[in-house]
């Protein structure tokens, strides 16, 4: 009996000596946010927002057919750039890469610091004729009603080209010159890939021996009411990126009548390589960036929160866990597996000889194509499926640091003209033109200053693109004190 009682004493201590360790962990885990004074900001004038709504009524759309491809639009483009911003055309050099993408050089007066790289995209994505009757505004007649901007491209990404050219503009009028060199890089062809826009501006800047001291793209954004134990908004800056790769599946077996079927037909075939995969997910794992969101954000949660992502080593498979459990959790934590395309058959009393099926893969920092690769075969474990890799893959990127005086400089420039925010690093799921850019910089971060919430979610790519003018002139004031700061 008094074993038992000893045992039993014991292991309360030792219960209790953890949960004091848990605690001690949670009130230790200080806060990390900058704490630094917000600066006045500039007076943005009317012509700057009458500007942005001119830029959305040229269509310049990436279609997915290339033949669908309009030059004249993007040609309207590049004029409307040069008449709009007179001091930025005549003072910074302006390079045309590829017929219709851009790379501005603003020389800076100091040639021993690195430059740094503004990058934003020219193209949007087409707008189906069959979503037009839900638009509430035309998407290309860049409406202002009631002071918010209506229009493709209002938030992805004509708000970041024109943003930077106003700010540009507004610090040369001011007297402004830079110390270290100011690259803009404007791709045309982001929306497919980024092939002859991004691509061939990087391999330029490479060609040129360019080091830059950081690239900013979009990818990041200030979301509002999205991060669970958070009320305030917070400034995501994206410090790597996803991969992604599509692999076709294909499988060729005897066809026939439709009234003699065999055991099993191609559609069979290719049907239970899918429900196979999906019943071997890949594991789920905390990558740098998200481990830089938790560190960060952590500290200002709440209590049974903040003891979790203090320890969250110990807790990490519970992180995961719950993480999985949602849509948007899950993509920041796993390897994704989405069935896109599936072909087969040609008549309803036809058994077809042969099916395909289209799988995309979106591939965490540290993972790679040949491992997606490699845990699909092993997953369906057939001979008599092929499997193809599709026409456009991406490896994931490197991750960024965030204790560089690049990272310093960008959150600087956040909290100074947002003083409201909290800021983290994050993974973007999504592809932006940057991850073409990383012989350029090993300090690559993406993040457009714009607010994301449940509201205006949906409009990327989607119905309803908008900006609001107040959320418009906090870019501009974004971008020229990030210029600004980094003398």
């Known amino acids: 009996m008094k074993k038992r009682k000893k045992v039993a004493l014991l292991l309360l201590s030792g219960l209790a000596i953890f949960v004091l360790y848990l605690f001690v962990n949670a009130i230790s885990f200080k806060s990390k946010q900058l704490s630094v004074q917000a600066v006045p900001l500039d007076q943005i004038s009317e012509a700057s927002i009458q500007n942005l709504a001119e830029a959305l009524k040229i269509k310049t759309i990436s279609p997915e057919n290339l033949n669908d491809f309009d030059s004249s639009v993007f040609i309207e483009f590049s004029g409307f750039l040069s008449r709009t911003y007179p001091l930025s055309d005549s003072i910074l050099e302006k390079k045309t890469i590829n017929k219709f993408s851009f790379l501005y050089k603003w020389e800076g007066i100091d040639s021993s610091l690195n430059p740094i790289v503004l990058m934003a995209h020219l193209d949007v994505v087409p707008v189906p004729e069959t979503d037009l009757k839900d638009w509430k505004y035309a998407p290309f007649e860049g409406k202002i009603i009631n002071d918010t901007l209506w229009g493709r491209g209002a938030i992805d990404d004509k708000v970041g080209v024109i943003g930077i050219m106003e700010a540009v503009e507004m610090l040369i009028r001011k007297g402004f010159k830079p110390k270290r060199t100011v690259y803009l890089a404007f791709g045309h062809d982001e929306e497919i890939g980024g092939n002859n826009g991004a691509v061939a501006i990087a391999k330029y800047l490479e060609e040129k021996n360019v080091k830059a001291e950081f690239v900013l793209d979009e990818g990041g954004s200030i979301v ?214 990383e012989k350029i910089s090993a300090n690559i971060y993406r993040f457009l200053p714009i607010y994301i919430n449940e509201g205006n979610i949906k409009s990327f790519h989607g119905i309803n693109e908008r900006i609001a003018r107040k959320e418009f002139n906090s870019a501009i004031n974004f971008y020229s004190r990030l210029i600004e700061n980094s003398n």
Do not use: C
């Not at 491992?371 to 499926?385: L, T, Y």
């Open 224 to 437: 509002q009411g999205i991060v669970p134990g958070i009320e305030k908004d917070v400034a995501l800056i994206g410090i790597a990126e996803k991969g992604f790769v599509s692999l076709e599946l294909s499988v060729e077996v005897e066809g026939g009548h439709s009234s003699m079927p065999k055991d099993e037909t191609a559609i069979d075939i290719i049907s239970k390589s899918i429900i196979d995969l999906r019943e071997k997910p890949f594991p789920a794992q905390l990558t740098p960036p998200l481990i830089g969101f938790i560190d960060n954000l952590g500290p200002e949660m709440p209590l049974v929160n903040r003891i979790v992502f203090a320890n969250r080593t110990i807790f990490s498979s519970l992180i995961t866990k719950i993480y999985s459990q949602s849509d948007a959790g899950r993509a920041l934590v796993r390897n994704t597996i989405a069935p896109t395309i599936f072909n087969s058959g040609v008549k309803d009393n036809v058994i077809p000889q042969s099916a395909k099926a289209t799988i995309n893969f979106r591939i965490l920092p540290g993972s790679s194509i040949a491992e997606i690769v490699n845990h699909v075969k092993n997953a369906i474990n057939d001979d008599r499926i092929h499997i193809a890799l599709g026409e456009f893959a991406s490896e994931p990127s490197a991750s960024s640091s965030t204790t560089s005086a690049s990272y310093e400089i960008i959150n600087k420039s956040i909290v100074q003209v947002y003083p409201h925010v909290l800021t983290a690093p994050n993974l973007v799921i999504g592809a932006t033109d940057s991850r073409h850019f």
